[in-house]
T-cell receptor
Framework: EAQVTQNPRYLITVTGKKLTVTCSQNMNHEYMSWYRQDPGLGLRQIYYSMNVEVTDKGDVPEGYKVSRKEKRNFPLILESPSPNQTSLYFC????????????FGPGTRLTVL | AQKITQTQPGMFVQEKEAVTLDCTYDTSDQSYGLFWYKQPSSGEMIFLIYQGSYDEQNATEGRYSLNFQKARKSANLVISASQLGDSAMYFCAMREGVGGSNYKLTFGKGTLLTVNP
């Protein structure tokens, strides 16, 4: 089954404790992206990647890191999480064509205390 | 200025009736794409329908159709024969440009649809 998976689905952590949210897709997609969803603000892009070893900032990259060492994986790293990073996070992927649909993972609900 | 505007924070519809969810967009690009996603209470984002700016026909996918009025910059979602399972948040999104390196989607704030039995 074609899908985007994220782990963990739920996470409660404390300020400053490094964490990684994994994202993996099995569709051989070139393009991957991370979004965060906050009430009243909608979904905003954090980082994106056009292919292996090619990443760039989205609209709200502060406090996040990403890497793309393999085509299928695009982990989101929070080196020192803060409470304002409490949010619902989505990973998305698509082929490397502008018209292509972006498929979203199931989301990761993160709470930083 | 907002790039995607969804003016209806909430909508109610009776089961089996049709409903239209409004979306207007703002772009100066000639080439762009418009998407609708559904987000049920469980939280996942489900792709529903896509319309390209150069597509002459309105997109349809089963009970979903997109009423694309390019001159008005509107891309309304029409759901026919509503079902209880259609109750969810619906997001309109736009991807601008072609050939750029970032296929970022810009989302509207969403419309919460409630289908009544």
């Amino acid at each position: 089954e074609a899908q985007v998976t994220q782990n963990p689905r739920y996470l409660i952590t404390v300020t400053g404790k490094k964490l990684t949210v994994t994202c993996s897709q099995n569709m051989n997609h070139e393009y991957m992206s991370w979004y965060r969803q906050d009430p009243g603000l909608g979904l905003r892009q954090i980082y994106y990647s056009m292919n292996v070893e090619v990443t760039d900032k989205g609209d709200v990259p502060e406090g996040y890191k990403v890497s793309r060492k393999e085509k299928r994986n695009f982990p989101l790293i929070l080196e020192s999480p803060s409470p304002n990073q409490t949010s619902l996070y989505f990973c998305a992927s698509s082929r490397g064509l502008a018209a292509d649909t972006q498929y979203f993972g199931p989301g990761t609900r993160l709470t930083v205390l | 200025a907002q790039k995607i505007t969804q003016t209806q924070p909430g909508m109610f519809v009776q089961e089996k009736e049709a409903v239209t969810l409004d979306c207007t967009y703002d772009t100066s690009d000639q080439s762009y794409g418009l998407f609708w996603y559904k987000q049920p209470s469980s939280g996942e984002m489900i792709f529903l329908i896509y319309q390209g700016s150069y597509d002459e026909q309105n997109a349809t996918e089963g009970r979903y159709s997109l009423n694309f009025q390019k001159a008005r910059k509107s891309a309304n979602l029409v759901i026919s024969a509503s079902q209880l399972g259609d109750s969810a948040m619906y997001f309109c999104a736009m991807r601008e440009g072609v050939g750029g390196s970032n296929y970022k989607l810009t989302f509207g704030k969403g419309t919460l649809l409630t289908v009544n039995p």
